[in-house]
T-cell receptor
Framework: KAGVTQTPRYLIKTRGQQVTLSCSPI?????VSWYQQTPGQGLQFLFE???????NKGNFPGRFSGRQFSNSRSEMNVSTLELGDSALYLC????????????FGPGTRLTVT | GQQVMQIPQYQHVQEGEDFTTYCNSS?????IQWYKQRPGGHPVFLIQ?????EVKKQKRLTFQFGEAKKNSSLHITATQTTDVGTYFC??????????????FGQGTILTVHP
């Protein structure tokens, strides 16, 4: 099976702009989670989607949003970008059952200037 | 909220030496997962521990889950240069508000000198 894929892999944006990141889960996986990874804060949970419904959300401002489509693909959006949003954004997928293993994609490296 | 502390933050070893990283959770976990992230890469799943007191081995790697399901450790015997990377533990809790959420430790960066 192909792994989790994320596009784009690298992105440079300017403060105030918005950005949309995309994630395609492993075939058959219905759940997608998003994480932000920075050197200072480590890996922080953003949100999780299952069957197009957000089931869980981390402690991030409303500028961070996401959605999931009927084919389980997911997007996350960050509006009004700030310098502190520069990070590696990781998507992970699983079948959606409690206690399951999560498989991570390669991430999107976002730089905000 | 739930916190997972991981130590040490850095570990430098000579090739052939052993390495251990430890995780402690502020709350009882449903399970704990371990990941390895190579420099410039993404977290790659290593193993999941579910049962109290569980011990699992993968070649030179030994993983343990504490009796209280609040702590865990990863031990590497006779490190090799291919072991270089950051090792993360990630705790999962049961319950509806925990879906999809892994709480990661800060990671231990392992450097192996040949």
């Amino acid at each position: 099976k192909a792994g989790v894929t994320q596009t784009p892999r690298y992105l440079i944006k300017t403060r105030g702009q918005q950005v949309t990141l995309s994630c395609s889960p492993i075939s058959g996986h219905r759940s997608v989670s998003w994480y932000q990874q920075t050197p200072g804060q480590g890996l922080q949970f953003l949100f999780e989607y299952f069957s197009e419904t957000q089931r869980n959300k981390g402690n991030f401002p409303g500028r961070f949003s996401g959605r999931q489509f009927s084919n389980s693909r997911s997007e996350m959006n960050v509006s009004t970008l700030e310098l502190g949003d520069s990070a590696l954004y990781l998507c992970a997928s699983s079948q959606g059952l409690a206690g399951e293993v999560w498989h991570f994609g390669p991430g999107t490296r976002l730089t905000v200037t | 909220g739930q916190q997972v502390m991981q130590i040490p933050q850095y570990q430098h070893v000579q090739e052939g030496e052993d390495f251990t990283t430890y995780c402690n959770s502020s709350t009882t976990l449903s399970n704990i997962q371990w990941y390895k992230q190579r420099p410039g890469g993404h977290p790659v799943f290593l193993i999941q521990l579910v049962k109290s007191g569980e011990v699992k081995k993968q070649k030179r790697l030994t993983f343990q889950f504490g009796e209280a399901k609040k702590n865990s450790s990863l031990h590497i015997t006779a490190t090799q240069t291919t072991d270089v990377g950051t090792y993360f533990c990630a705790g999962s809790m049961s319950g509806g508000t925990s879906y999809g959420k892994l709480t990661f430790g800060q990671g231990t960066i392992l450097t192996v000198h040949p």
